[in-house]
């Protein structure tokens, strides 16, 4: 089996939804077979906290390894659940050749969802204990800091918490302005955190769904987001060019100031991809080759 680990920087991967409850999977595996022909590193797969997809998780993520033979990320949260469910989740995983996962807690929507498990970093610790190193392990990081936390360094305390546990690479929550990834990616360094640190870009594509994601993560929206979202929020193709346009630029410009990997939101929406890999893929081609050249 192929290791995430072993390849060469930077990576380019792409995060994906199971479909939810008893719907048919034959429409993600559409969008997988387009995405597949973009050459991702990985492909990771959202875990519904609430439980409607979390056979799905599985599902699909087995058949990302071992129908396409690409690496496929399981996310797993441990919110509301117990050890003997996770177990078996993990068993399942095991058993069908899936090896990566991205540990997380899961949103809380109050504090009596808390069940086994407080934090992420107990997700690894139980892992770790269960099943040793089968397991390469995700976990998730916040340049602009968890909303839960009071301070970025208070955040940075408990992720180096959970690398020091033997996570293998980070990937980060989306962000729009790399200025703050880059000095965040800083302060994470200086607190010994060498993890390899993938950086979330989505794609904006409607005026709803930038306002529901700032809601939920409190990402910072720059002025020239704002404007192109205010003067072309209202018609769909206007916006969604810009939105491309964006994260275009956004990957370009982070691939250009070292980053260790790309991850993209894709939303599901592989055309949007398609647009955007078309945009970036002779940076980060020309970007592999350099460091390959380095070695
Ligand atoms: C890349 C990515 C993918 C995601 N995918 C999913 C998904 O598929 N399904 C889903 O439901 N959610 C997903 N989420 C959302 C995630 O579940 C939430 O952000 C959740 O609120 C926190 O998860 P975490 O793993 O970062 O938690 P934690 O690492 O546990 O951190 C949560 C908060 O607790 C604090 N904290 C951590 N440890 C301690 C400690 N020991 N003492 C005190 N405070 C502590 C942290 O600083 C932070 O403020 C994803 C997020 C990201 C960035």
């Known amino acids: 089996m192929e290791n995430f680990f072993e390849k060469i920087a930077p990576s380019y991967t792409f995060e994906i939804f199971p479909p939810k409850g008893n719907a048919s999977t034959a429409g993600t595996y559409a969008v997988i077979d387009s995405l597949v022909s973009f050459n991702p590193d990985l492909i990771s797969v959202t875990y519904g906290a609430g439980g409607s997809s979390r056979d799905n998780t599985v599902e699909i993520t087995s058949g990302i390894q071992n129908k396409y033979n690409v690496c496929g990320v399981a996310h797993l949260t441990c919110v509301g659940t117990t050890r003997a469910e996770l177990k078996a989740i993990l068993d399942r995983l095991k058993a069908n050749n899936v090896r990566n996962v991205l540990a997380l807690r899961g949103d809380l ?26 397991f390469d392990i995700f976990a998730a990081c916040y340049p602009e800091k968890h909303p839960e936390s009071k301070s970025v360094e208070e955040d940075l305390i408990h992720l180096k918490e959970k690398c020091d546990l033997g996570v293998k690479g980070l990937i980060s929550q989306l962000f729009f302005d790399n200025d703050i990834f880059c000095e965040w990616r800083e302060k994470a360094r200086a607190m010994g955190i060498k993890q390899p640190i993938i950086a979330g870009v989505m794609p904006i594509t409607s005026a709803v769904q930038i306002s529901k994601v700032v809601e939920l993560c409190g990402a910072s929206v720059p002025d020239r987001v704002r404007r192109f979202v205010n003067a072309y929020g209202h018609n769909q193709g206007a916006i969604k060019e810009a939105g491309i346009a964006y994260a275009t ?29 078309a945009g970036i893929r002779s940076v980060l081609y020309t970007k592999r080759y350099a460091l390959r050249s380095d070695r």
């Open 249 to 277: 630029e956004q990957i370009i410009d982070l691939l250009t100031r070292d980053v260790e990997g790309i991850h993209l939101y894709t939303m599901n929406q592989a055309d949007t991809v398609r647009r955007i890999d």
């Open 109 to 134: 929507k109050d504090e009596s969802d808390l069940g086994e498990f407080h934090h992420a970093s107990e997700l690894i610790s139980f892992i770790k204990e269960e099943y040793g190193n089968e």
